[in-house]
């Protein structure tokens, strides 16, 4: 059965960093990892930054500059590094995946999710 597991979330003050990490397990097929969504409560699910299978990404407005995703080829892991965090990044973090898409959005997530792992920032 094929999963996705996250690791790197905590609880960090204002101002600090995290890195948050994806990778691939139980499979015999392989997935190409998308990107990062997050769900504060209350919220709806939202891409966070993305990363095409060819490396390009994108980012929402409110964590451009601050936050850099990236993937290791080797390790087929995608990760995401959190800096400056804000109160308001606080929110359950997932990874996404797909078998076949090569990119993803808000909209149109792939077909997988990780469990989720808790980002919380305190002021």
């Known amino acids: 059965q094929v999963q996705l597991v996250e690791s790197g979330g905590g609880l960090v003050p204002a101002g600090g960093s995290l890195r948050l990490s994806c990778a691939q397990s139980?499979?015999?097929?392989?997935?190409?990892?998308l990107g990062w969504y997050r769900q504060a409560p209350g919220n709806r699910r939202e891409l966070v930054a993305g990363i095409s299978r060819g490396g390009l990404t994108n980012y929402a407005e409110s964590v451009k500059g601050r936050f850099t995703i990236s993937r290791d080829y080797v390790k087929k892991t995608v990760s995401l590094q959190m800096n400056s965090l804000k109160p308001e990044d606080t929110a359950i973090y997932y990874c996404?995946?797909?078998?076949?898409?090569?990119?993803?959005?808000?909209?149109?997530?792939?077909?997988?999710w990780g469990r989720g792992t808790q980002v919380t920032v305190s002021s």
């Open positions: 996404n995946a797909d078998r076949w898409k090569g990119s993803a959005s808000t909209s149109s997530p792939g077909a997988y």
């Open positions: 139980g499979s015999t097929f392989t997935l190409n990892i």
